[in-house]
């Protein structure tokens, strides 16, 4: 099967610039995840979709990211307007069901973003 | 709170030694928990996990973990490394309770020295 699909794969932009990521997950998963991996640092969780609905978005700094997956299968991950704070890899995972953080989800390979 | 310690940030072997990387956790019920793996430049891979059952599980590439709940531990072995082994390891823990975020570890970079 076809694994979770990200782009771009790297991304530099200025500081108070506009950024989207774009993830699709496995087909026929209904669980998406966005992560933000911040360099020597373990991933956090920054927002999780079941189906077209939020599920957690606590993590989630709403003043400057959004997220959405209106039909249920791909999301986007917007940042605007972007800090130097925000350089980090952003991971997307998607599951079959909420249980995901039970049995363990698949990764996509990440993008890479430099806030300069 | 649930937490993850990994006990040192960076671990180098030589080819063909054997590979130890530490993870305790704490938590106040009985813990789901897991072991990934992050190639350079790549997503997070999992390597084996643990959630009910045998304490001793076997995961992908030669990997295993054995879960010790009276030393709240789950540490990873292999018993001989290989060069294609050097990558960031990350222990995750999940409460088995309602909350059901993984909490993460640090990570472990695994130097493989020919």
């Known amino acids: 099967e076809a694994g979770v699909a990200q782009s771009p794969r790297y991304k530099i932009i200025e500081k108070r610039q506009s950024v989207a990521f774009w993830c699709n997950p496995i087909s026929g998963h209904a669980t998406l995840y966005w992560y933000q991996q911040i360099l020597g640092q373990g991933p956090k969780l920054l927002i999780q979709f079941q189906n077209n609905g939020v599920v957690d978005d606590s993590q989630l700094p709403k003043d400057r990211f959004s997220a959405e997956r209106l039909k249920g299968v791909d999301s986007t991950l917007k940042i605007q307007p972007a800090k130097l704070e925000d350089s980090a890899v952003y991971l997307c995972?998607?599951?079959?069901?909420?249980?995901?953080?039970?049995?363990?989800?698949?990764f996509g390979s990440g993008t890479r973003l430099t806030v300069v | 709170a649930q937490s993850v310690t990994q006990l040192g940030s960076h671990v180098s072997v030589s080819e063909g030694a054997l590979v130890l990387l530490r993870c305790n956790y704490s938590s106040s019920v009985p813990p789901y928990l897991f072991w990934y793996v992050q190639y350079p430049n790549q997503g997070l891979q999992l390597l084996l996990k643990?959630?009910?059952?045998a304490t001793l599980v076997k995961g992908i590439n030669g990997f295993e973990a054995e879960f010790k709940k009276s030393e709240t531990s789950f540490h990873l072995t292999k018993p001989s490394a290989h060069m294609s082994d050097a990558a960031e390891y990350f222990c995750a823990v999940r409460n088995a309770g309602n909350n059901r975020k993984l909490i993460w570890g640090l990570g472990t970079s695994l130097a493989v020295n020919p």
């Open positions: 995972a998607s599951s079959l069901g909420d249980r995901g953080q039970n049995y363990g989800y698949t």
């Open positions: 643990y959630t009910t059952g």
